[in-house]
């Protein structure tokens, strides 16, 4: 599977920003999709994943209640809507894949990522 993430860019603290990720190569509807980042000198880290059908969401405790992953299995994209963006926030943002469930470890096929930059 091929995984595209955009829709990056430099932002303000509070602002928001739609991540998009389109898939390609693989029955998107098959596939159980999730968030990465890396933050500067920082390892990768799961942000967010959803269930084939988007009956099932799981988030890091870091940005529960500020981030929504979701799914168009129509149109084999997913996003990830941020919102009250803040400085630690600050990473470039991948999406990935897994066929058995929403453990980090489960995740494959990482896209290119995207930049997202929040500033003061």
């Known amino acids: 599977v091929q995984l595209q993430a955009s829709g990056g860019g430099l932002v303000q603290a509070g602002d928001s920003l739609r991540l998009s990720c389109a898939a390609s190569?693989?029955?998107?509807?098959?596939?159980?999709m999730g968030w990465f980042r890396r933050a500067p000198g920082k390892e990768r880290e799961f942000v967010a994943g959803?269930?084939?059908?988007?009956?099932?969401?799981r988030y890091a405790d870091s940005v529960r209640g500020r981030f929504t992953i979701s799914r168009d299995n129509a149109k084999n994209m997913a996003y990830l809507q941020m919102n009250s963006l803040k400085l630690e926030d600050t990473a470039v943002y991948y999406c990935?894949?897994?066929?058995?469930?929403?453990?980090?470890?489960?995740?494959?096929?990482w896209g290119q990522g995207t930049l997202v930059t929040v500033s003061s």
């Open positions: 959803i269930t084939r059908t988007g009956g099932r969401t």
């Open positions: 990935a894949q897994s066929d058995y469930d929403l453990g980090s470890s489960s995740f494959r096929s």
């Open positions: 190569g693989r029955t998107f509807s098959m596939l159980h």
